[in-house]
């Protein structure tokens, strides 16, 4: 059992690498920037591959009622704006920037549960949320590479992501599982970028995309698609088969791999300074994940 729970997080490591490194280089080298299309695509492939692999019997898929998919919109509105957003995003700010600045979604979290929700909270774990605030705002002003596009759809990104939790977590128990929920976003998604596509001028700009005809971009792009698919799909397996403790491990360990090699393989100029509240953030992130393996609430 110890095995199988080491391959699970390792896949799922390997899955967020090769996810991250491979979004980043359509996005950033080969500056693939037509959100509407990239993240459609990845959708689709998404929904294809989970289709089939309902089909062939390997995850199971729900019928939903009609008001278990009407409750669930929402949702998939935010899914469609947290895809979107953290497209936009990636293209212009570096991978650890990034990983950095959603981190701040833990914090929207925490700030819904200890206001709105008026769950008890200990004093360490709202230290932790003050330093990943602290760590994100303070970045901006030390980045020699500082963008304020990228920064501004990193915002609505990580808004998005700590709504979306948010929003999730209010709905359980649900009569969606996971597979289910995200069966229904990739739906929504191919369908609401689709439309979105024109009135963006995504749909006519991309034709004047110099890698258009190249087999790099069609396998990168191609690789994307099936790697975004095997995230999410090794994302559900962590949850399922590990305590909240163990996947928020991994899931730390997966961000400080990505952050390192993203450093040696894109071009990210890293000041003293911005690695220091990027150090910051991640010793904040060790002490929240110690939390879990304490049981603090």
């Not at 693939?32 to 492939?45: A, D, K, M, R, S």
């Not at 369908?191 to 995309?209: C, E, I, K, N």
């Not at 403790?245 to 911005?274: D, H, N, R, V, Y």
Request: charge should be positive.
């Amino acid at each position: 059992m110890c095995v199988r729970r080491s391959l699970v997080g390792l896949t799922f490591c390997t899955c967020y690498l090769a996810s991250y490194l491979t979004n980043k280089y359509v996005l950033s080298v080969l500056k693939f920037t037509y959100p509407t299309l990239f993240q459609g695509w990845q959708t689709l492939i998404g929904g294809l591959l989970l289709h089939v692999s309902w089909k062939l019997g390997w995850v199971e898929i729900n019928s939903s009622s009609r008001s278990h998919v009407l409750v669930w919109l929402p949702a998939s509105v935010l899914f469609v704006g947290m895809i979107y957003a953290g497209s936009r995003a990636l293209s212009r700010l570096a991978i650890p920037v990034f990983l950095t600045l959603c981190n701040v979604a833990e914090v929207i979290i925490c700030g819904y549960q200890k206001c709105f929700q008026k769950e008890k909270t200990s004093p360490a774990k709202i230290c932790s949320a003050f330093f990943l605030l602290a760590a994100a705002g303070c970045l901006p002003f030390n980045d020699s590479q500082f963008d304020p596009d990228g920064y501004f759809w990193a915002v609505i990104h990580l808004f998005c992501v700590g709504a979306y939790k948010i929003l999730r977590k209010s709905q359980k128990p649900s009569a969606l599982s996971d597979i289910d929920q995200q069966y229904l976003n990739y739906i929504f998604s191919v369908v609401l970028l689709a439309f979105a596509s024109h009135p963006t001028g995504d749909l006519f700009s991309v034709l004047d995309f110099p890698f258009l005809y190249f087999y790099r971009f069609h396998g990168s792009c191609c690789a994307s698609g099936f790697l975004g698919f095997f995230l999410v799909f090794s994302t559900v397996k962590l949850k399922s088969y590990l305590a909240p403790a163990q996947c928020a491990a991994w899931i730390f360990f997966a961000k400080i791999i990505t952050a390192g090699l993203s450093i040696l393989l894109f071009e990210a100029i890293l000041t003293s300074a911005t690695t220091g509240w990027e150090s910051m953030d991640a010793t904040a992130e060790v002490s929240a994940a110690w939390h879990v393996v304490l049981g603090w609430r």
